[in-house]
């Protein structure tokens, strides 16, 4: 009778020099940093914190610092897995070097945020450029506006950090303040601007959504930060909703969709409202959603001190079976509202051109998945250098799936899917003929999709 040998092949363990390499699909992010042109504009703009005789570039240390946030890490020390690699990535800096490198760039972190930006929105200009039609202000105006999100998010601090403090969801930590570009249905999203706050800032704080929404716009290619016209579209929810942002978004130009406060006598309101009035809402696939209908209520409520042209629209639908009945609910129905100034479509699409702002949330999940779960560092403005890190792989995921992913699925998949499927893809790297050769594996279950990625990234020139 022949013993079991268990579930699993028995394996003997050594070590050896092998040409085998880890999250060889790392590759796929320098070659897109290289195509983007960011390395080269980040190198450009930070030359002057680079000292002389230096052996690294302050842009390779925030480059490989987002490239290990992208492939899994969370932390400085997370830059061993590209250390580990360098026929893949380069020299990378120690520990030691990366510590003394963000003090200098955070000890003049208003000038570092300025010249990033820069780097990052003429590498923007550049892939948009690239991607044609995939590019997400392809044929932006009135009716197909660019869209920018934005929204807030709590990050907890689980150690005394500078300038951290108590949220209000009776947390501790930060309340950043971020703002991404729409990619709509087909793609994902890649950050403009994140603004870093204590965690008691408040969420409707109008001086901070201007501030965002003016780096936001800034960081947009093909738009006049000061007039950008109708063809951009600010959405946001219900802590934007203020007098004082709505007025300042008035004063841009720019079309808005925010969600809004109702009046307490809204119960009143509601019953003036003939119900021939109301019209049936859509689902996120456009169809006709039964229980949920919208009206227009701008004629009913008093609007003093908010800008011409604002409409109030709201929607009312039957809480979905087990959800308890709220307070401010009017006669079985839950209502909620947001304000636009756009003056054509019907209301149904207005509706759900604002409920498609819930994609934001997917967009600060992603992000929350490359860094932004946990600020490390203990300065405030070390933290804010993070965020622009953050955004940096967020840039290089969006941008890689922009030009390399176009009429594929995976455009979709967000990070955890994409370092399961092809960052952590099995290769040797060889040398020959001055050349590197990687060579990933055949039977690999994602090795055609790998190759496809690389192929229409390397067809593509940089800046």
């Not at 604002?354 to 949330?361: G, Q």
Request: hydrophobic share 45%.
């Amino acid at each position: 009778m022949s013993k079991r040998s268990g579930l699993y092949p028995q394996v003997r363990v050594d070590t050896a020099s092998v040409p085998a390499v880890a999250h060889a699909g790392g590759a796929l992010l320098t070659r897109t940093a290289r195509v983007s042109g960011l390395d080269v504009a980040l190198s450009r703009a930070l030359g002057l914190w680079r000292k002389p005789l230096a052996r690294h570039d302050p842009a390779k240390v925030l480059l490989d610092l987002a490239m290990s946030l992208a492939l899994g890490g969370d932390a400085c020390r997370d830059a061993a897995l590209l250390r580990a690699e360098p026929g893949l990535f380069g020299p990378v800096a120690s520990d030691a070097t990366i510590s003394r490198t963000i003090a200098a760039l955070a000890g003049d972190i208003d000038k570092v945020e300025k010249a990033i930006a820069a780097a990052r929105a003429a590498a923007r200009a550049h892939v948009w450029r690239l991607a044609g039609a995939n590019a997400p202000n392809h044929d932006a105006s009135a009716a197909n506006p660019l869209v920018i999100d934005l929204d807030a998010t709590l990050v907890t601090a689980h150690s005394d950090k500078e300038q951290a403090a108590p949220t209000f969801k009776r947390g501790y930590g930060f309340h950043p303040l971020c703002a991404f570009i729409d990619h709509g249905p087909q793609g994902t999203g890649e950050p403009l601007a994140m603004l870093l706050r204590p965690g008691n800032a408040g969420s409707n704080t109008a001086t901070d959504h201007e501030t965002l929404i003016k780096q936001a716009l800034a960081a947009t290619p093909v738009i006049n930060p000061h007039r950008p016209g109708k063809k951009v579209l600010i959405r946001t929810d219900g802590a934007g909703g203020t007098r004082e942002l709505l007025s300042f978004l008035d004063r841009r130009g720019v079309s808005y969709s925010i969600g809004w406060t109702l009046p307490a006598n809204t119960p009143e309101l509601y019953r003036l409202v003939p119900e021939d009035v109301w019209q049936a809402a859509y689902n996120a696939d456009g169809a006709i959603r039964e229980g949920a209908h919208v009206a227009e209520f701008t004629n009913l409520i008093a609007l003093k001190g908010y800008p011409p042209g604002m409409r109030v629209i709201v929607r009312r639908e039957r809480p979905h079976p087990g959800a308890q009945l709220r307070f401010e609910d009017v006669e079985g129905y839950r209502l909620t509202a947001f304000v636009t100034n756009t003056s054509r479509g019907q209301l149904a699409e207005l509706e759900l051109r604002h409920r498609r702002r819930a994609r934001c949330e997917d967009r600060i999940r992603i992000a929350k998945d490359t860094g932004l779960t946990n600020l490390p560092l203990q300065g405030f403005d070390q933290n804010r250098l993070w965020l622009l890190i953050v955004q940096i792989a967020n840039d290089l995921l969006a941008w890689m799936g922009m030009l390399a992913l176009t009429s594929h699925e995976a455009r979709r998949w967000e990070p955890k899917t994409l370092r399961h499927r092809l960052f952590t893809i099995a290769a040797t790297l060889a040398r020959t003929a001055r050349q590197r050769l990687l060579h990933v594996k055949k039977t690999a279950p994602w090795a055609v999709l790998f190759t496809t990625v690389w192929d229409n990234l390397a067809a593509l020139s940089p800046p």
